[in-house]
T-cell receptor
């Protein structure tokens, strides 16, 4: 079953604008990861944020985590056409006693040149 | 990060046949997983590949349909057995190097399977 739900399902913006994607999850977590996938290819790991962290940055990416709301957001600033991809969040399930990650439904981002 | 390769990268198979997908990692990793991504969908975890023992399958996936081997800490195979068109998907292996201290999960490039 899906642990995470992402919104919006699809997002279309102009190059140079910022893109924000949200991920909500159901149970407590240790870590949350964000990934990018271009056109059905393999997943590229973007950022891992731990449950005791509130915000992380990597280049033009900013990830926030609110464990009280069980939600995370991914912000891409100054978007480029090359950012066009699907973005997924993935959460672990520490209550299961394993380190497996369950993926959200994904957001399809299209950046128009 | 870990360098992960998968073979084959893609295949077209006939209904009723089986395909074995290989996953090779450039260094020893603690955990390996297999995921399926059906067309236009997100990723669904099939199983955790355990070294030296039977894989741990998620609900809805069984060993007879998706037998998995993991003979060592750098290699695993997933077999898709008695295939039907519904098995057409991208199959991805992923690894976690050390879940206690370094638990980013990295993915291979995927195997795109089409079943006719």
């Amino acid at each position: 079953s899906q642990q995470g739900e992402e919104d919006p399902q699809a997002l279309s913006i102009q190059e140079g604008e910022n893109a924000t994607m949200n991920c909500s999850y159901k149970t407590s977590i240790n870590n949350l990861q964000w990934y990018r996938q271009n056109s059905g290819r393999g997943l590229v790991h973007l950022i891992l944020i731990r449950s005791n962290e509130r915000e992380k940055h990597s280049g033009r990416l900013r990830v926030t985590l609110d464990t009280s709301k069980k939600s995370s957001s991914l912000l891409i600033t100054a978007s480029r056409a090359a950012d066009t991809a699907s973005y997924f969040c993935a959460t672990d399930a520490p209550t299961s006693g394993t380190y497996k990650y369950i993926f959200g439904t994904g957001t399809r981002l299209k950046v128009l040149a | 990060s870990a360098v992960i390769s998968q073979k084959p990268s893609r295949d077209i198979c006939q209904r009723g046949t089986s395909l074995t997908i290989q996953c090779q990692v450039d260094s020893q990793v603690t955990m390996m997983f297999w995921y399926r991504q059906q067309p236009g969908q997100s990723l669904t975890l099939i199983a955790t590949a355990n070294q030296g023992s039977e894989a741990t399958y998620e609900s809805g996936f069984v060993i007879d349909k998706f037998p998995i081997s993991r003979p060592n800490l750098t290699f695993s195979t997933l077999t898709v057995s008695n295939m039907s068109p519904e098995d057409s998907s991208i199959y991805l292996c992923s690894v976690v190097r050390d879940p206690v201290t370094y638990n980013e999960q990295f993915f291979g490039p995927g195997t795109r399977l089409t079943v006719l």
